[in-house]
């Protein structure tokens, strides 16, 4: 199977509750909803934000809007004002999340 | 159908977007968004030195420049703007008038403070646990600065009602500032629960600014047009709870399934149960059309019972920080700027400093995207031009957050070569104000709508 970057399919938004980080990922083309349905697990989410994500990884799916949204507990450094990082709300995850490679054989 | 401008996205948004949603098109209804959920302690702390302060000043003086443009196009304001002082910003906004020459009737919804009433709460076995954690508020009771009740859109529907042309509210829910237009004009009851659920999605939409109209979109985000005169999103309304989002012609920005799918996903939980005062909203049913150039439309959006609760924001003081940096040049910028690390973690543990919490970042390498991105490619590492060592500690001590401050500027001269970016002088040491959300059931607070020149 081939190896695609994530961000060729897919684009994103991501934000914050307390310490809990949101990613949103949607769909460039209708078609490419089910290839993130198979592929983006909350497992795997878990797996690339090892380190990052202290806490479960929940998925949620939207297939009126070919989107997925997961949430990413004590993933913000304790989240808000008492977190130390550069991005305390997570802003920046949503590309994060589009660096995964995953497995799509045409596009 | 109705038009409901948003002209402020967060306290700290464009001066400019609020004038150009009154002069740039047709409106009726501009809402804006002044109280992020930290913002509150500030205002408190500012009123507690001043009784005729803890309100959003930009606010009054956004007023004052449109006033007379408000009044003769008929435009209606929302705005949260009264913090932790609606009165006292009623005030300011009524002698704003007043000085113009101009009558207007100003409303405000209070009743949101429960600060007072805290400790009668809790004895009643009103614990308002925190909903991330689970623990009960005594537990850093002492440290409470501000604790408000988000109400949802009735209040202000009510005051939109009873004739007010300026709405000002304490705590309310973004989406309530939008929606209240729609229950006030269309005559929606408080168990229309599709329609308050597309009145809701419609606010969400829009609450964040331009960030639903371009700003911020990563749908070839080089081709949006003008992003300088960006325009700020409009709800045009319908009474069967349809709507679609748009922005005054002329104005630059980008209205696109494609935007208006990401802002959807902004901040979202579970998109089955979105929870406002007003209603229980279904992310999941929303559909949408591009029906014009820079116009989406949205429909088919179901909804749910409302819950016996609302939430209250409550801050609280949870010690120090300070965050530092220092900037290292090529080459291996990199490998000096986490020698330079690992040096000043030294030198805070030979002090003997203690803190809650450490943490330093590699701007340039991987800051933003951590272990996600990865370390540097052996190539590419050596070649880096810059990276920023961000150092940051967090202690109940202010003492040991002082000292780490002094810590930072002497690796200038005494650490790995080639260093920059002291140019801000030492770190601040920062009193952090946390956040604390809990559930109050509904019965407990009552809202306070008042209108001005009084009714009677």
Redesign the interface.
């Known amino acids: 199977m081939a190896k695609r970057k994530l961000i060729e399919l897919a684009h994103a938004r991501s934000g914050d509750k307390g310490d809990t980080a949101n990613v949103g990922i949607i769909a460039r083309k209708p078609e490419y909803y089910p290839i993130l349905v198979r592929e983006v697990t909350a497992e795997r989410v878990k797996q690339h934000f090892a380190g990052i994500c202290k806490g479960k990884v929940e998925r949620f799916e939207l297939p009126n809007l070919g989107a997925l949204n997961f949430l990413l507990h004590e993933s913000l450094d304790g989240g808000g004002t008492l977190a130390l990082k550069a991005d305390p709300q997570g802003k920046t995850y949503s590309t994060a999340l589009l660096r995964m490679e995953i497995d799509a054989d045409s596009l | 159908m109705i038009r409901i401008a948003n002209g402020q996205g967060f306290w700290g948004d464009s001066l400019e977007a609020p004038v150009n949603q009154v002069r740039r098109g047709p409106i009726d209804y501009l809402t804006l968004d002044y109280l992020a959920?930290?913002t509150m302690s500030i205002l408190q702390k500012q009123r507690s030195r001043d009784p005729r302060a803890g309100y959003a000043r930009d606010f009054v003086e956004m007023i004052a420049r449109v006033l007379p443009d408000l009044v003769e196009r008929r435009i209606r304001v929302i705005a949260n703007a009264g913090g932790v002082n609606p009165a006292a910003c009623r005030d300011a906004v009524l002698g704003v008038a007043k000085r113009q020459g101009i009558d207007i009737r100003v409303a405000t919804v209070a009743g949101d403070d429960i600060m007072d009433r805290l400790d009668q709460l809790i004895q009643r076995g009103i614990e308002l646990r925190n909903m991330?954690t689970g623990e009960p508020l005594s537990a850093i009771r002492a440290q409470v600065q501000s604790a408000n009740v988000y109400f949802g859109a009735f209040p202000v529907a009510d005051a939109l009602a009873r004739g007010a042309q300026i709405v000002i509210t304490g705590r309310c829910t973004d989406t309530g500032l939008a929606m209240a237009p729609m229950i006030h004009e269309f005559g929606w009851k408080a168990d229309d629960w599709d329609k308050l659920a597309a009145g809701t999605i419609a606010g969400h939409t829009v609450e964040c600014g331009a960030q639903c109209t371009g700003g911020?979109c990563?749908?070839d985000w080089d081709t949006i047009p003008d992003m300088a005169d960006i325009g700020y999103p409009i709800i045009e309304a319908e009474p069967d709870g349809t709507f679609a989002i748009t922005k005054h012609a002329g104005t630059g920005g980008r209205v696109t399934v494609?935007s208006i799918?990401?802002?959807?996903?902004?901040?979202?939980?579970?998109?089955?149960e979105y929870i406002t005062p007003d209603c229980v909203a279904d992310?999941?049913?929303?559909?949408?059309e591009q029906t014009g150039a820079d116009r989406v439309r949205f429909s088919g959006i179901r909804g749910r019972p409302a819950t016996e609760f609302y939430k209250v924001s409550i801050s609280y003081s949870?010690g120090f920080?300070a965050?530092g940096s220092l900037v290292y040049a090529w080459p291996d910028a990199y490998k000096k700027a986490r020698a330079a690390d690992q040096i000043l973690r030294q030198r805070l543990e030979r002090l003997g400093l203690r803190f809650e919490?450490?943490?330093s970042?590699f701007?340039g390498a991987n800051?933003?995207?951590?272990?996600?991105?990865a370390e540097p490619s052996p190539e590419v590492e050596p070649q880096l031009a810059e990276v920023v060592l961000?150092f940051?500690?967090?202690s109940e001590n202010r003492a040991a957050v002082e000292r780490f401050t002094k810590e930072l500027a002497p690796l200038v001269l005494n650490g790995p070569p080639v260093v920059t970016g002291l140019g801000g002088g030492r770190p601040k040491v920062e009193e952090?104000?946390?956040?604390w959300?809990a559930l109050i059931p509904k019965h407990e607070v009552t809202p306070e709508v008042g209108v001005w020149p009084n009714e009677n």
Request: aromatic share 6%; net charge negative; hydrophobic share 45%.
């Open positions: 959920e930290i991330d911020n990563q749908v494609a799918k990401e802002q959807l996903l902004y901040e979202m939980g579970d998109p089955h992310f999941t049913t929303i559909h949408l949870a920080k965050i919490a450490m943490r970042e701007v800051g933003c995207h951590g272990i996600a991105a961000r940051g500690v967090r952090i104000v946390a956040y959300p």
